[in-house]
């Protein structure tokens, strides 16, 4: 079976699936949620190789270091500079 066109599919709707989701194991259990819905008859080592590869290309597009980047700075913005009066 060709898992190309699934792992590609579930990449490309990560932003939408994993919305509010900032950790690696969360958003997996989302991932895989998602696809024994979407893919009910995808055997058990299949689903796991979508899985697999969907986090890898997340990894490599940085997907999770974004989230931790937004929070980090978003959290940095409203921090005292010591410079108020």
Known sequence: MNL??????LAGQADDLLAGIKDRASARA????F???????LAPADR???LDH???ILESE???AERYVDSFDA??????????D
């Open 48 to 50: 796991r190789t979508v």
């Open 4 to 9: 190309r066109p699934i792992i590609d599919d």
């Open 75 to 84: 959290d940095q913005n409203t921090e005292s500079t010591g410079d108020e």
């Open 35 to 41: 696809l024994t819905l979407e893919q009910p008859r």
């Open 54 to 56: 969907t986090m890898g």
């Open 30 to 33: 989302a991932l895989d949620e």
């Open 62 to 64: 940085d997907f999770f």
